[in-house]
């Protein structure tokens, strides 16, 4: 796979945080209008008004981006799959995830802590739930020890079953009450942090394929 592959990829990458939701000191959703027909809201909105004016609305919003991930792993899945190992598992810095662990830890989250926390709000009465480390425990449980397309599939699966737990839920179900380090969130909260988290994990992969600068012959370029 040669350079032109790696730059289209990482277009593709780039891409994602327009598209996904990134937030503000006041809960702010914020989306540029999409040139397809996307379930995005236009303007910056206020997460909190939204929710008490057109909850419906802010809802598909955030399952679109949601289900955004699904369409980005299959769309990068043939270039990803292609790259040598070291940019598969090697580690920019001692402390920052490989390129699996990141993929890993996307799994992780959504298979293990998020679909079960979306049981908690709608179940129990103002559950609490802190930041979980999910770097260190991606480390320690081998991703890098897996094949790629493994771990591909594991994310949409992952993503899968998340979205199809949250779009079974009635609308009045959102707007149930936790507690998250501290602070009171609702079912719309917790859903676009996970955005925001999907954002900056394909940015960071982005990154990374931006970096890797392969030949045809998938050796690194010299610098």
Not at 142 to 155: A, E, T
Request: charged fraction near 30%; aromatic fraction near 4%.
């Amino acid at each position: 796979m040669g350079v032109s592959a790696v730059y289209n990829a990482n277009r593709r990458l780039s891409s994602a945080p327009p598209k996904l939701c990134n937030v503000g000191t006041r809960k702010r959703l914020t989306h540029k209008r999409p040139t397809h027909n996307r379930n995005c809201m236009d303007d910056t909105t206020d997460i909190e008004e939204a929710q008490a004016e057109d909850p419906s609305a802010l809802r598909n919003a955030l399952l679109d981006q949601l289900s955004y991930l699904v369409e980005e792993v299959e769309a990068l899945r043939s270039v990803v799959e292609g790259l040598p190992d070291q940019i598969k598992n090697g580690r920019p810095a001692p402390d920052e995830l490989t390129m699996k662990e990141l993929y890993g830890a996307i799994a992780t989250l959504d298979a293990e802590i998020r679909i079960d926390r979306v049981a908690q709000i709608i179940d129990a009465d103002d559950p609490v739930f802190t930041t979980v480390d999910i770097d260190e425990h991606v480390r320690e449980n081998g991703w890098n020890d897996r094949p790629m397309d493994d771990i591909l599939d594991q994310v949409q699966d992952a993503r899968h079953a998340l979205l199809d737990r949250l779009r079974e839920l009635p609308l009045d179900a959102w707007h149930r009450t936790a507690t998250l380090d501290e602070d009171p969130t609702t079912l719309f909260d917790l859903v676009h942090r996970i955005t925001q988290t999907d954002a900056g994990r394909l940015r960071d992969l982005g990154y990374r394929l931006h970096g890797a600068h392969l030949s045809e012959d998938d050796k690194p370029l010299p610098s």
